[in-house]
């Protein structure tokens, strides 16, 4: 979804995977805020442009327009603003890619329906007391959640257990069937 040579940031960066593969493959100007002063680190031994911060109060200090796209990826759950994160996402990028576990999938809901406890899968591993996912959202909440503020979706994807795209179905089926959520957006205009 990002396009070669492209400015990038990284919200949530990491230990910079996702920063070093667009550098390497794309040749984009690649930059990352991470929390984690471990992440931080990681990133900065490998050559990479990253600074410690927070999402939910540190990307209003950035201009306008400054980013061609912004990724939020397995992070949006974890903040706790998602609405204003959103927001400056997309008011400090051109675009926004945003992908999360998806809470609606069947196996998280037959855990807590038949289990009676919050589920533990692969793309959630840590049990509910544990977990940094403040706020659980499925596909469609996502999708929601895009249209209040206004955003565009120009491309949206559910990825199965082996992260490939779903093949089949609307998204209704994504919500049900979706391990997780992918999505570019822009701002409408």
Excluded at 20 to 37: F, M, N, P, T
Excluded at 87 to 115: C, D, K, Y
Excluded at 141 to 158: C, H, M, P, T, Y
Aim: aromatic letters at 8%; one cysteine or more.
């Amino acid at each position: 979804m990002v396009s070669a040579g492209a400015r990038v940031l990284d919200v949530g960066c990491g230990d910079g995977a996702l920063l070093r593969l667009l550098a390497e493959e794309k040749g984009v100007d690649a930059r990352g805020i991470e929390l984690s002063q471990r992440g931080v680190n990681d990133c900065v031994a490998q050559g990479l442009s990253v600074i410690q911060g927070d999402a939910d109060t540190d990307l209003s200090g950035y201009p306008d327009d400054a980013f061609d796209f912004v990724i939020l990826s397995q992070t949006l759950q974890a903040t706790r603003r998602p609405r204003a994160v959103l927001e400056n996402m997309l008011r400090i990028g051109r675009r926004a890619i945003v992908s999360f576990p998806n809470f609606g999938h069947w196996r998280i809901r037959t855990q807590l329906a038949f289990g009676g406890h919050m589920p533990v899968t692969r793309q959630l591993p840590t049990p509910w007391y544990d977990t940094p996912n403040i706020h659980f959202c499925t596909i469609s909440d996502f999708i929601a959640l895009a249209e209040s503020i206004g955003a565009r979706i120009e491309r949206g994807v559910a990825l199965d257990s082996k992260g490939e795209p779903l093949s089949w179905g609307g998204r209704s089926v994504w919500n049900l069937f979706g391990e997780q959520g992918v999505f570019l957006l822009s701002r409408r205009g």
